[in-house]
């Protein structure tokens, strides 16, 4: 059983559009976390959820919005896609914010 | 000038040989230091970590850390071509929680049969 799962994998869309990725975990943990890996491999933290609440969020444009219906899911929402957000977007949960956490296999974003 | 510096190769080693890796930082204040692995087209996975100086080993890799010269490394004995990976440095200050990590940009490494 996938313990950090985010769907969809592969995702390619047109400048302008508007996407979601979600991510759920079944591993009860109560930290889940947006991460952006470039094409260079250079992975960033764009926001981090405790229980439902942000307490993490680094300097994102705000075209993108995370959204936690509850601590088991970890919703990206971005408007008006830009070429620029091409990326791998993983999404990661960990027990609490001090223990390791443990990332899904990440969705592949291409605009064009 | 990024706080995380590392090679991001490809580092292509004979199976058998060893891997060394290695990364360097500025933040003099990073005390936990990781080493993540990656797979074609998967998510990271944690490998080990130290906290602070010394070293640690783990089966057939062992982490070093030189906070005197900002330096880290990580030594895989025996390469086995599933060895075959992405492998990233992160590392965190004691205060930043697990979701403040500083990610190096990553060695590619290839082991060929």
């Known amino acids: 059983d996938t313990a950090v799962s985010q769907t969809p994998k592969y995702l390619v869309t047109q400048m302008g559009n508007d996407k979601s990725i979600k991510c759920e975990q079944n591993l009860g943990h109560d930290t889940m976390y947006w991460y952006k890996q470039d094409s260079k491999k250079f992975l960033k933290i764009m926001f981090s959820y405790n229980n439902k609440e942000l307490i993490i969020n680094e300097t994102v444009p705000n075209r993108f919005s995370p959204k936690s219906p509850d601590k088991a899911h970890l919703n990206l929402h971005i408007n008006s896609l830009e070429l620029g957000d091409s990326a791998v977007y993983f999404c990661a949960s960990s027990r609490n914010g001090d223990t390791e956490a443990f990332f899904g296999q990440g969705t592949r974003l291409t605009v064009v | 000038q990024k706080e995380v510096e590392q090679d991001p190769g490809p580092l292509s080693v004979p199976e058998g040989a060893i891997v060394s890796l290695n990364c360097t930082y500025s933040?003099?204040?990073?005390?936990?230091f990781m080493w993540y692995r990656q797979y074609s087209r998967k998510g990271p996975e944690l490998l080990m970590y130290t906290y602070s100086s010394g070293n640690k080993e783990d089966g057939r890799f062992t982490a070093q850390v030189d906070k005197s010269s900002k330096y880290i490394s990580l030594f895989i004995r025996d390469s086995q071509p599933s060895d075959s990976a992405t492998y990233l440095c992160a590392m965190k200050r004691t205060t930043d929680s697990w979701g403040k990590l500083q990610f190096g940009a990553g060695t590619q490494v290839v082991v060929t049969p």
């Open positions: 933040n003099s204040a990073f005390q936990y």
